[in-house]
């Protein structure tokens, strides 16, 4: 109800704001003359411009247990939806569930029934992790009809190889960064350059403290240079929500698996890897397998999960 009018809203958590269109707010006006518009200073952001805003309306919105003065932002000409009303109104409304830590509380949560290790209800369990055992050790290389997959890079004919300048890695940093290091390289992740041979491509290496745990790292490369120079290979439209919702309109039992290092598991052929260089306080290296960054590599990993 919208100052004691029926209405039909659509909720819209992602939206910091209650929106309506002028045709929305002309019905509503009509039925409840006292509403009236007034200038915004709200702004509203879209993909490629702004929403137009006409003006704004304070209201009350009750449903049946809970009521809350709120305002509503009137946008001009028409949307293709109902009125929405965004996260804050709904939460006032308690028609938003929210945890101790801020995040949206799954409603079916209880009711959902996860599969451990130690569950005897299935029993088979421990036979095909004893099966897999391996599939869940180090990191693997992706195959295809029981060959690993080795990816190339192509880059532009006209490709000029630049080396980049290295950026510094903060004092603190440089200790987890050699074990970093040390680890990709008996992971066969990454190999140090052979000193006599010359560097084209060199990317700077970038080194920061994860934002969850500060006491691990998070490396990476910038590889914006060497993307301007690299041609794409495939062109893709990225799935939304609602393609796997149609996918799986009928499925009752989901998996997930989370793949460790999952871009790290396609390897590189020989020519791709000399354009992977980067630096360090300790010399020349450069990736065996694919690095995240590369205009191609989600791409890659993409078609693979798809697989």
Not at 65 to 82: E, F, H
Not at 141 to 162: Q, S, W, Y
Not at 180 to 209: H, M, T, Y
Request: net charge positive.
């Amino acid at each position: 109800m919208i100052n004691d009018v029926a209405t039909e809203i659509e909720p819209d958590t992602g939206s910091d704001a209650n929106i309506m269109d002028e045709e929305q707010f002309d019905r509503l006006q009509k039925a409840r003359s006292e509403i009236r518009l007034k200038k915004s200073r709200t702004k509203l952001p879209a993909l490629l411009q702004d929403i137009p805003v006409l003006g704004e309306c304070s209201v009350t919105i009750r449903n049946q247990t809970r009521q809350t003065r709120t305002r509503i932002i009137v946008i001009r000409g028409k949307m293709d939806s109902l009125p929405l009303i965004g996260r804050p109104t709904l939460s006032n409304l308690g028609m938003v569930l929210i945890d101790e830590t801020g995040n949206l509380e799954n409603s079916r949560k209880k009711d959902t029934h996860k599969v451990k290790k130690a569950d005897a209800t299935y029993p088979k369990l421990e036979e095909i992790l004893g099966k897999y055992e391996g599939r869940f050790h180090g990191v693997g290389k992706a195959e295809r009809d029981g060959k690993v997959i080795d990816i190339h890079l192509p880059m532009n004919e006209d490709a000029t190889p630049i080396a980049q300048k290295p950026r510094r890695v903060p004092y603190h940093l440089l200790e987890p960064l050699e074990q970093r290091i040390n680890e990709f390289i008996e992971s066969d992740i990454i190999e140090k350059v052979p000193e006599q041979e010359a560097i084209g491509w060199c990317s700077p290496l970038v080194v920061q403290p994860k934002a969850k745990n500060p006491k691990d790292i998070q490396v990476s490369l910038d590889l914006r240079i060497l993307n301007q120079s690299m041609a794409r290979t495939r062109h893709v439209q990225s799935p939304i929500t609602e393609d796997f919702v149609n996918e799986f309109k009928d499925c009752t039992v989901f998996s997930k698996i989370d793949l460790n290092h999952g871009y790290h598991q396609f390897a590189l052929d020989e020519e791709s890897r000399k354009i992977m260089t980067f630096s360090t306080p300790w010399g020349n290296y450069r990736y065996k397998r694919l690095a995240f960054g590369g205009k191609n590599s989600k791409i890659f990993l993409m078609r693979r999960s798809q697989r």
